[in-house]
Protein backbone atom coordinates (compact mmCIF):
# COMPACT_ATOMS: atom_id res chain seq x y z
CA UNK A 1 0.00 0.00 0.00
CA UNK A 2 1.19 3.28 -1.07
CA UNK A 3 0.62 5.24 2.27
CA UNK A 4 2.24 2.80 4.49
CA UNK A 5 5.50 3.05 2.04
CA UNK A 6 5.36 6.79 2.23
CA UNK A 7 4.74 6.44 5.75
CA UNK A 8 8.28 3.81 6.69
CA UNK A 9 10.09 6.42 4.45
CA UNK A 10 8.80 9.65 6.33
CA UNK A 11 9.20 8.05 9.65
CA UNK A 12 12.64 6.85 9.07
CA UNK A 13 14.14 9.80 7.81
CA UNK A 14 14.06 9.39 3.99
CA UNK A 15 11.98 12.47 3.83
CA UNK A 16 12.70 14.75 6.53
CA UNK A 17 10.40 17.11 8.25
CA UNK A 18 9.96 20.37 6.21
CA UNK A 19 10.18 18.21 2.54
CA UNK A 20 8.39 18.36 0.16
CA UNK A 21 6.74 15.52 -1.40
CA UNK A 22 7.18 14.17 -4.64
CA UNK A 23 3.94 15.95 -6.99
CA UNK A 24 0.71 13.33 -6.62
CA UNK A 25 1.45 12.75 -11.01
CA UNK A 26 5.45 11.94 -10.34
CA UNK A 27 4.33 9.81 -7.75
CA UNK A 28 2.07 8.27 -10.19
CA UNK A 29 4.03 8.23 -13.01
CA UNK A 30 7.29 6.66 -10.64
CA UNK A 31 5.44 4.36 -8.87
CA UNK A 32 2.68 2.80 -11.86
CA UNK A 33 -0.43 3.40 -9.61
CA UNK A 34 -3.42 5.29 -10.14
CA UNK A 35 -3.88 9.12 -9.37
CA UNK A 36 -7.02 7.83 -6.72
CA UNK A 37 -4.40 5.86 -5.23
CA UNK A 38 -2.10 8.37 -4.79
CA UNK A 39 -4.80 11.03 -4.23
CA UNK A 40 -5.97 9.00 -1.20
CA UNK A 41 -2.47 7.94 0.23
CA UNK A 42 -1.74 11.74 0.53
CA UNK A 43 -4.71 12.62 2.39
CA UNK A 44 -3.95 9.99 4.69
CA UNK A 45 -0.59 11.47 5.43
CA UNK A 46 -2.37 14.75 5.89
CA UNK A 47 -4.91 13.41 8.35
CA UNK A 48 -2.84 10.86 10.40
CA UNK A 49 0.02 14.11 10.64
CA UNK A 50 2.82 13.21 8.73
CA UNK A 51 2.36 15.39 6.02
CA UNK A 52 0.55 18.86 5.21
CA UNK A 53 -0.64 20.47 2.23
CA UNK A 54 0.27 24.04 1.17
CA UNK A 55 -2.19 25.21 -1.31
CA UNK A 56 -0.25 26.20 -4.53
CA UNK A 57 2.66 24.39 -3.26
CA UNK A 58 2.60 20.92 -2.61
CA UNK A 59 2.72 18.25 0.07
CA UNK A 60 5.51 19.18 3.09
CA UNK A 61 6.92 16.59 5.67
CA UNK A 62 5.59 17.89 9.31
CA UNK A 63 6.13 14.59 10.93
CA UNK A 64 9.60 15.17 13.25
CA UNK A 65 11.01 11.43 14.94
CA UNK A 66 13.56 14.15 17.06
CA UNK A 67 10.46 15.66 18.75
CA UNK A 68 11.81 16.53 22.01
CA UNK A 69 11.67 20.62 22.33
CA UNK A 70 9.65 22.18 25.79
CA UNK A 71 6.65 23.69 25.15
CA UNK A 72 7.19 27.88 25.38
CA UNK A 73 6.57 29.31 29.08
CA UNK A 74 3.34 30.96 27.76
CA UNK A 75 2.31 27.41 26.43
CA UNK A 76 -1.49 27.37 27.47
CA UNK A 77 -4.16 24.52 26.41
CA UNK A 78 -6.91 25.42 24.22
CA UNK A 79 -10.33 25.43 24.70
CA UNK A 80 -11.65 22.06 25.07
CA UNK A 81 -13.23 20.35 21.92
CA UNK A 82 -16.58 19.10 23.32
CA UNK A 83 -17.88 15.58 23.55
CA UNK A 84 -21.48 14.69 21.91
CA UNK A 85 -21.94 11.55 24.05
CA UNK A 86 -25.71 12.19 22.53
CA UNK A 87 -27.99 9.09 22.88
CA UNK A 88 -29.10 9.41 19.86
CA UNK A 89 -26.32 9.58 17.81
CA UNK A 90 -24.39 6.79 19.24
CA UNK A 91 -27.44 4.37 20.42
CA UNK A 92 -27.21 0.95 18.49
CA UNK A 93 -30.26 0.18 16.36
CA UNK A 94 -32.61 -1.31 19.44
CA UNK A 95 -34.49 -3.85 16.48
CA UNK A 96 -31.14 -4.86 15.11
CA UNK A 97 -30.25 -5.72 18.75
CA UNK A 98 -33.70 -7.21 20.17
CA UNK A 99 -33.07 -9.33 16.90
CA UNK A 100 -29.42 -10.63 17.64
CA UNK A 101 -30.82 -11.08 21.42
CA UNK A 102 -33.09 -13.93 20.46
CA UNK A 103 -31.00 -15.50 17.80
CA UNK A 104 -28.36 -15.68 20.49
CA UNK A 105 -30.91 -17.26 23.09
CA UNK A 106 -32.22 -19.27 20.36
CA UNK A 107 -28.62 -21.09 19.02
CA UNK A 108 -26.90 -20.85 22.14
CA UNK A 109 -29.56 -22.51 24.51
CA UNK A 110 -28.48 -23.06 28.09
CA UNK A 111 -25.09 -22.46 26.72
CA UNK A 112 -25.74 -19.01 27.46
CA UNK A 113 -25.88 -20.12 31.43
CA UNK A 114 -21.76 -21.52 31.76
CA UNK A 115 -19.69 -19.65 33.44
CA UNK A 116 -17.56 -17.89 30.70
CA UNK A 117 -14.06 -19.12 30.87
CA UNK A 118 -11.86 -16.45 33.14
CA UNK A 119 -9.98 -14.41 30.81
CA UNK A 120 -13.64 -13.92 28.69
CA UNK A 121 -15.36 -16.44 25.97
CA UNK A 122 -13.56 -17.63 23.27
CA UNK A 123 -16.21 -17.00 20.46
CA UNK A 124 -15.94 -12.72 21.97
CA UNK A 125 -12.20 -12.78 22.43
CA UNK A 126 -11.56 -14.39 18.93
CA UNK A 127 -14.25 -11.97 17.31
CA UNK A 128 -12.09 -9.02 18.42
CA UNK A 129 -9.43 -10.14 17.52
CA UNK A 130 -10.96 -10.11 14.15
CA UNK A 131 -12.00 -7.44 13.97
CA UNK A 132 -9.18 -5.32 15.60
CA UNK A 133 -7.34 -7.01 12.64
CA UNK A 134 -9.68 -5.66 10.06
CA UNK A 135 -9.96 -2.13 11.69
CA UNK A 136 -6.94 -1.03 13.94
CA UNK A 137 -4.38 -3.06 12.81
CA UNK A 138 -3.58 -5.10 15.57
CA UNK A 139 -2.69 -8.18 14.91
CA UNK A 140 -3.18 -10.04 18.39
CA UNK A 141 -3.87 -13.67 18.72
CA UNK A 142 -7.38 -14.65 21.00
CA UNK A 143 -5.03 -15.83 24.26
CA UNK A 144 -3.73 -12.26 24.25
CA UNK A 145 -7.23 -10.65 24.96
CA UNK A 146 -9.09 -10.56 28.36
CA UNK A 147 -12.90 -9.37 28.91
CA UNK A 148 -14.18 -7.13 31.64
CA UNK A 149 -16.90 -5.51 32.69
CA UNK A 150 -15.71 -1.85 31.42
CA UNK A 151 -12.64 0.43 32.14
CA UNK A 152 -12.34 1.16 34.76
CA UNK A 153 -12.21 -2.68 36.24
CA UNK A 154 -9.18 -3.61 33.51
CA UNK A 155 -7.65 -0.09 34.70
CA UNK A 156 -7.57 -2.27 38.18
CA UNK A 157 -6.65 -5.28 36.20
CA UNK A 158 -3.60 -3.44 34.96
CA UNK A 159 -2.25 -2.36 37.87
CA UNK A 160 -2.51 -5.85 39.78
CA UNK A 161 -0.09 -7.08 36.86
CA UNK A 162 2.16 -4.85 36.72
CA UNK A 163 1.96 -3.90 40.49
CA UNK A 164 1.16 -0.96 42.79
CA UNK A 165 4.66 -0.45 43.39
CA UNK A 166 5.29 1.53 40.28
CA UNK A 167 4.62 5.25 39.57
CA UNK A 168 1.79 5.59 36.95
CA UNK A 169 2.00 9.39 34.86
CA UNK A 170 -1.48 10.12 33.25
CA UNK A 171 -3.18 13.27 31.08
CA UNK A 172 -3.84 16.14 32.97
CA UNK A 173 -6.75 17.24 32.18
CA UNK A 174 -7.65 13.20 31.80
CA UNK A 175 -11.26 10.81 31.90
CA UNK A 176 -11.64 11.60 36.02
CA UNK A 177 -11.56 7.73 36.93
CA UNK A 178 -8.59 6.71 35.95
CA UNK A 179 -7.02 8.93 38.77
CA UNK A 180 -9.45 7.60 40.72
CA UNK A 181 -8.46 3.89 40.44
CA UNK A 182 -5.10 4.08 40.56
CA UNK A 183 -5.28 6.26 43.80
CA UNK A 184 -7.78 3.63 45.07
CA UNK A 185 -4.93 1.10 44.75
CA UNK A 186 -2.26 3.03 46.41
CA UNK A 187 -0.79 4.00 42.97
CA UNK A 188 1.29 7.59 43.16
CA UNK A 189 0.32 9.52 40.03
CA UNK A 190 2.11 12.17 38.17
CA UNK A 191 -0.06 14.77 36.28
CA UNK A 192 1.55 15.55 32.80
CA UNK A 193 -0.15 18.60 31.23
CA UNK A 194 -1.61 18.53 27.68
CA UNK A 195 -0.52 20.92 24.48
CA UNK A 196 -1.96 21.21 21.37
CA UNK A 197 -0.34 17.76 20.06
CA UNK A 198 -0.69 15.91 23.28
CA UNK A 199 1.46 15.41 26.69
CA UNK A 200 3.63 18.46 26.62
CA UNK A 201 7.33 16.86 25.73
CA UNK A 202 9.17 18.72 29.17
CA UNK A 203 6.50 17.17 31.06
CA UNK A 204 6.48 13.90 29.64
CA UNK A 205 10.86 13.53 30.18
CA UNK A 206 10.41 14.83 33.65
CA UNK A 207 8.41 11.86 34.90
CA UNK A 208 9.81 9.35 36.90
CA UNK A 209 6.74 7.03 36.16
CA UNK A 210 7.34 3.48 34.70
CA UNK A 211 3.40 3.42 33.21
CA UNK A 212 1.96 5.89 30.80
CA UNK A 213 -1.60 5.83 30.35
CA UNK A 214 -2.68 7.60 27.22
CA UNK A 215 -5.75 8.49 25.71
CA UNK A 216 -4.26 9.02 22.29
CA UNK A 217 -7.67 10.06 20.50
CA UNK A 218 -9.54 12.96 21.39
CA UNK A 219 -8.57 13.15 25.28
CA UNK A 220 -11.62 13.69 27.46
CA UNK A 221 -12.19 16.12 28.56
CA UNK A 222 -9.88 18.68 26.58
CA UNK A 223 -10.50 16.86 23.00
CA UNK A 224 -7.11 16.42 22.29
CA UNK A 225 -5.91 13.83 19.67
CA UNK A 226 -1.67 13.19 19.76
CA UNK A 227 -0.42 13.37 16.21
CA UNK A 228 1.89 11.26 14.86
CA UNK A 229 4.92 12.61 15.97
CA UNK A 230 4.15 12.42 19.56
CA UNK A 231 2.75 9.03 19.43
CA UNK A 232 6.05 8.11 18.47
CA UNK A 233 7.50 10.21 21.11
CA UNK A 234 5.22 7.91 23.49
CA UNK A 235 6.67 4.94 22.21
CA UNK A 236 10.67 6.54 22.49
CA UNK A 237 9.59 7.18 26.42
CA UNK A 238 8.94 3.62 26.68
CA UNK A 239 12.16 2.28 25.37
CA UNK A 240 13.47 2.63 28.13
CA UNK A 241 13.61 -1.20 30.33
CA UNK A 242 10.34 -1.88 32.74
CA UNK A 243 8.52 1.12 31.25
CA UNK A 244 4.99 0.52 30.21
CA UNK A 245 2.20 2.33 27.77
CA UNK A 246 -1.48 1.99 28.66
CA UNK A 247 -3.49 2.61 25.53
CA UNK A 248 -6.87 4.03 26.45
CA UNK A 249 -8.46 3.90 22.89
CA UNK A 250 -12.35 5.53 23.96
CA UNK A 251 -14.21 6.89 20.74
CA UNK A 252 -11.74 6.33 18.43
CA UNK A 253 -14.02 4.42 16.19
CA UNK A 254 -16.08 7.59 15.67
CA UNK A 255 -12.89 9.55 13.85
CA UNK A 256 -14.28 11.45 10.88
CA UNK A 257 -11.12 10.66 9.07
CA UNK A 258 -11.10 8.08 5.93
CA UNK A 259 -8.51 5.96 8.12
CA UNK A 260 -8.89 5.24 11.22
CA UNK A 261 -5.91 7.09 13.87
CA UNK A 262 -3.32 4.68 13.99
CA UNK A 263 -3.13 2.55 17.29
CA UNK A 264 0.05 2.88 19.43
CA UNK A 265 -0.47 -0.62 20.26
CA UNK A 266 0.04 -1.44 16.23
CA UNK A 267 3.38 0.93 16.04
CA UNK A 268 5.09 -1.03 18.79
CA UNK A 269 7.84 -3.44 18.87
CA UNK A 270 9.18 -3.89 22.31
CA UNK A 271 5.73 -5.41 23.61
CA UNK A 272 5.16 -3.07 25.81
CA UNK A 273 1.97 -1.37 25.34
CA UNK A 274 -1.52 -2.62 26.52
CA UNK A 275 -4.36 -1.37 24.65
CA UNK A 276 -7.90 -0.97 26.16
CA UNK A 277 -11.36 -0.52 24.71
CA UNK A 278 -14.93 -0.84 25.80
CA UNK A 279 -18.20 -1.11 24.09
CA UNK A 280 -19.87 1.20 25.68
CA UNK A 281 -20.40 4.11 23.32
CA UNK A 282 -19.92 1.85 20.07
CA UNK A 283 -22.91 0.02 21.68
CA UNK A 284 -24.89 0.66 24.86
CA UNK A 285 -23.46 2.23 27.96
CA UNK A 286 -25.68 -0.79 29.42
CA UNK A 287 -23.26 -2.81 28.20
CA UNK A 288 -20.52 -2.90 30.89
CA UNK A 289 -18.27 -4.73 28.21
CA UNK A 290 -14.75 -4.01 28.27
CA UNK A 291 -11.80 -5.54 26.82
CA UNK A 292 -7.36 -5.41 26.75
CA UNK A 293 -5.49 -6.58 24.06
CA UNK A 294 -1.88 -7.91 26.10
CA UNK A 295 1.36 -8.03 24.09
CA UNK A 296 2.50 -11.58 24.08
CA UNK A 297 5.66 -11.27 26.66
CA UNK A 298 2.97 -10.16 29.24
CA UNK A 299 0.12 -12.97 28.62
CA UNK A 300 2.25 -15.17 31.18
CA UNK A 301 2.81 -12.44 33.89
CA UNK A 302 -1.24 -11.69 33.69
CA UNK A 303 -1.73 -15.39 34.06
CA UNK A 304 0.25 -15.73 37.09
CA UNK A 305 -0.84 -12.74 39.04
CA UNK A 306 -4.35 -11.93 37.78
CA UNK A 307 -5.61 -14.99 35.44
CA UNK A 308 -7.64 -16.65 39.19
CA UNK A 309 -10.04 -13.86 38.80
CA UNK A 310 -13.18 -14.90 37.11
CA UNK A 311 -14.96 -12.90 34.61
CA UNK A 312 -17.09 -10.66 35.16
CA UNK A 313 -19.44 -9.88 32.38
CA UNK A 314 -22.28 -12.61 31.55
CA UNK A 315 -22.43 -15.34 28.66
CA UNK A 316 -25.26 -14.33 27.06
CA UNK A 317 -23.86 -10.74 26.86
CA UNK A 318 -20.52 -11.95 25.41
CA UNK A 319 -22.10 -14.01 22.71
CA UNK A 320 -24.23 -11.04 21.10
CA UNK A 321 -21.28 -9.01 21.16
CA UNK A 322 -19.51 -11.89 19.18
CA UNK A 323 -22.57 -12.05 17.04
CA UNK A 324 -22.95 -8.32 16.29
CA UNK A 325 -19.28 -8.22 15.35
CA UNK A 326 -19.04 -11.53 13.26
CA UNK A 327 -22.33 -10.55 11.17
CA UNK A 328 -21.38 -7.09 10.40
CA UNK A 329 -23.93 -5.12 12.22
CA UNK A 330 -21.40 -3.55 14.57
CA UNK A 331 -19.58 -2.30 11.99
CA UNK A 332 -22.09 -1.30 10.05
CA UNK A 333 -23.41 1.09 13.08
CA UNK A 334 -20.20 2.66 13.38
CA UNK A 335 -19.91 3.46 9.76
CA UNK A 336 -23.83 5.19 9.90
CA UNK A 337 -22.44 7.26 12.70
CA UNK A 338 -19.32 8.60 11.30
CA UNK A 339 -21.48 8.84 8.04
CA UNK A 340 -23.67 11.05 9.75
CA UNK A 341 -20.70 13.28 11.83
CA UNK A 342 -18.75 13.50 8.35
CA UNK A 343 -22.23 15.04 7.27
CA UNK A 344 -23.18 17.19 10.44
CA UNK A 345 -19.39 18.43 10.21
CA UNK A 346 -19.72 19.44 6.31
CA UNK A 347 -23.03 21.28 7.20
CA UNK A 348 -21.59 23.20 9.55
CA UNK A 349 -18.83 24.82 8.05
Known sequence: MLYEALRQEITQGDWPAGARLPSRRQTARERGLSAVTVDHSYELLCQEGYAEARPKSGYYVTYRSGDGFAQPSGFRLSAPVPHDFSTQQSAFPFSVLARTMRRVLSEYGEAILDKAPNA??????????????????????????????????????????LGSHRGYAIEQPSYAKIEQVYRARGIRCDLLPLGQDGIQTQALWQTNAAVLHITPYRSFPSGVTAS???????????????????????????SLLRKPEETVFSQSDRQNVIYLNTFSRTVSPSFRVGYMVLPPRLVPLFVQRVGFYSCTVPAFEQYVLAELIDNGDFERNINRIRREKRKKALNDQ
Not at 231 to 253: C, T
Open 120 to 161: GCETLRSAIARYLGRNRGIRAGMEQIIIGSGAEYLYGMVVEM
Open 228 to 254: ASKRMEYLRWAEQDDRYIVEDDFESEF
